[in-house]
């Protein structure tokens, strides 16, 4: 079943938790869910509200 922004799972954390944060996001990605995480969905120049 394809995946689109609708279906995207936020994950908001505070910065001392960024490890562990990466690896819920991974394992979240692995199992065919849609994770957005800044460090990784979020583009130079990017504000998060555009696509």
Known sequence: ???DD???IFLC???EDKKQVL???H???AAGF???LD???LL???NGTEK
Do not use: E, F, T
Request: charged share 20%; hydrophobic share 35%; aromatic share 8%.
């Open 1 to 3: 079943m394809p995946v």
């Open 6 to 8: 609708q279906d995207r």
């Open 13 to 15: 954390h505070a910065s």
């Open 23 to 25: 690896a819920i996001y």
């Open 27 to 29: 394992q979240l990605k």
């Open 34 to 36: 849609n994770p957005w």
């Open 39 to 41: 460090k990784m969905d």
């Open 44 to 46: 130079p120049g990017q």
